[in-house]
């Protein structure tokens, strides 16, 4: 249409070449595609989509050199040719040029839309090998605009733990900037694949070692204190169980019925000694309703080092309070919440504090 309505008009002709070579218009044209991007050439110069109309056609399977010096020139023209771009990466890749394949994968992404929904999900893979790890950190610690979004891709998606620990490592190092939410969920990457010194010290790089308490964070169940879990409270409501926590009422609050549902929880760093678990709570519900506090041993789930069981009684609210030992070898532990309803019957229950402290210290 274009080109019927203006036929001198080199991007109208370079959109003819680009359609007479493209198979989704009906089969393609080679002849008539190379004279289209020839006369768009004649008319404008610098045409980027004609040189590269120009490229494809000049290339040959096994052999990219006739076509390489044209896509080169059409890269250079214009850096927003998600279609040259594509060529370069798989071109530079076949010639095992690491680095310039990935300044290409750079400039492609920065374009956006299209390009991140092709390319991610190939730079996530790549972090596979572990050959790749440094060349595309190196990358990450240019800043590029589109780090935060490739992250969170890899986060989610990266297959070999190791790779992703020296990834986040180096762009730790080097200082890269990345969202707070990113940043959180490379502390609960490392948890979940059991790396609980790495997931320690990277916590505390974002939060500061002051910050950085041992013990329970945000023993009052403060909304406002979340975040980096599961170095703070992971609340949840599982089935017809549900758990919250608010401003408007303080603490942990658990209603519903359950057999037996794990509403919250939250990795603590404790060192071997003697310490003692105290909560505030209180527990309504009919006989057999119970809130099971757990610690745990994070490296050996089944290892269990105590246990708070709290039911209904008299008075409704109340303190408890368990002395327990934690033994060497158990660096990091999980402390548990879990409610059920007794009778098939709904319970509530309010938690309004839950700390831990070493033995003989004041609270």
Known sequence: MALKLWPVDGLARALAAERANDPEFGRPNPKLARAEAIRA??????????????????????????????????ARLTRRDIHTE?????????????????????????????????????????????????????LLAKRPPWINEFLAMVITSAQVP????????????????????????????????????????????????????????DPKFIATAAGFEPFNWHVASLGDMNASTGEATPGLVIE??????????????????????????????????????TLTCATSPEREIGKIALTPGKPAVGRASYSFTLPPGCPFQWLRVAARSGMDQPMTAQIAELNISAAGSRQ
Do not use: C
């Not at 040189?51 to 076509?67: E, I, K, M, T, Y």
């Open 41 to 74: 050439l004649e008319r404008q110069p610098i045409l980027p989509r004609a040189v590269r109309v120009l490229g494809f056609l000049a290339d040959q399977p096994g052999n990219s050199g006739r076509a390489r010096p044209l896509m080169n020139l059409a």
């Open 86 to 138: 594509l060529w370069l990466i798989n071109d530079l890749s076949a010639q095992g040029k690491t680095a310039a394949t990935l300044a290409h994968y750079d400039i492609a992404l920065r374009t956006g839309g299209l390009s991140n929904a092709v390319l991610f999900p190939i730079l996530s893979s790549a972090m596979n090998d572990a050959e790749l790890v440094g060349p595309i950190s190196d």
């Open 162 to 217: 190791a790779n992703f620990a020296d990834l986040a490592r180096t762009i730790a190092a080097r200082g890269v900037p990345v969202d707070k939410r990113i940043s959180a969920m490379i502390v609960d990457r490392y948890a979940r694949d059991g790396r609980y010194d790495a997931a320690w010290r990277y916590f505390g790089t974002l939060v500061g070692p002051e910050q950085r308490s041992a013990s329970v964070r």
């Open 256 to 293: 519903g019925t359950s057999v037996d549902a794990a509403v919250a929880w939250q990795l603590l760093h404790l060192a071997p000694g003697n310490f003692v678990a105290r909560v505030l709570a209180e527990v309504r519900g009919p006989s057999g309703s119970q809130v099971a506090l």
